[in-house]
């Protein structure tokens, strides 16, 4: 039996915080070619996008987003200079950005849902809802929401070793992993 690609959905929207989706994506394509990335954005019928007055919304539209969605893809990554290549479809669908979210992951069989998050919070969540946090209580896989880091650098502590004092002196617990697994040092004994 052969193993299939993990198919990754990315919600994509052309806000800051789907850009940030965008760059998580190409992480994860660096890491490994056995990743299919399915770029999808949903277009509200009663709003669109936002990205232009009085947008009509219908399938002439659907074509021109899915032309700006893989050319703002496509200058991500080129920006990014990960180099290499990526599998990827672009699509583009017309309804309820929840309902076509799961849907999507749903037909492509998703092994993850990557998307941002625009942080609404107060009123404007209670009213709008949270798309992002639907996504992750009722989708069927693991779903990673973008955002900023917005914790500091921390200069972590340097470990130093020491010669213990008595017999029961026992180190660090620490795990090192390489491609073979987790390892330990040998006078560890196995409990």
């Known amino acids: 039996m052969t193993s299939q690609p993990a198919q990754i959905l990315v919600a994509y929207d052309f806000s800051p915080p789907?850009?940030?989706?965008?760059q998580h994506a190409f992480n994860l394509a660096q890491e490994s070619k056995e990743r299919e990335f399915h770029f999808l954005v949903v277009l509200d019928p009663h709003k669109?996008?936002?990205l232009k007055k009085n947008e009509k919304i219908d399938y002439k539209y659907a074509e021109e987003i899915q032309e700006q969605a893989q050319d703002q893809i496509q200058k991500v990554f080129d920006r990014l200079d990960r180099g290499g290549e990526l599998a990827m479809m672009v699509h583009v669908r017309i309804g309820d950005p929840l309902k076509v979210i799961l849907?999507?992951?749903?037909d492509i069989g998703a092994s993850l849902i990557l998307m941002g998050s625009h942080g609404r919070t107060g009123a404007k969540r209670l009213l709008m809802g949270s798309v992002?946090?639907?996504v992750v209580r009722e989708a069927l896989c693991p779903v990673l929401i973008?955002?900023?880091r917005g914790y500091p650098d921390v200069e972590r502590m340097k470990i130093i070793e020491v010669e213990p004092d008595h017999q029961e002196y026992v180190p660090m617990f620490r795990f090192h992993y390489n491609s073979g697994?987790?390892?330990r040092p040998k006078a560890w004994s196995m409990y």
Do not use: F, K, N, V
């Not at 849907?103 to 749903?106: N, T, Y």
């Open 132 to 134: 992002s946090e639907r």
């Open 18 to 22: 789907s850009e940030l989706a965008l």
């Open 146 to 148: 973008a955002r900023d």
């Open 103 to 106: 849907e999507l992951a749903r």
């Open 48 to 50: 669109g996008l936002g």
């Open 181 to 183: 697994g987790p390892t």
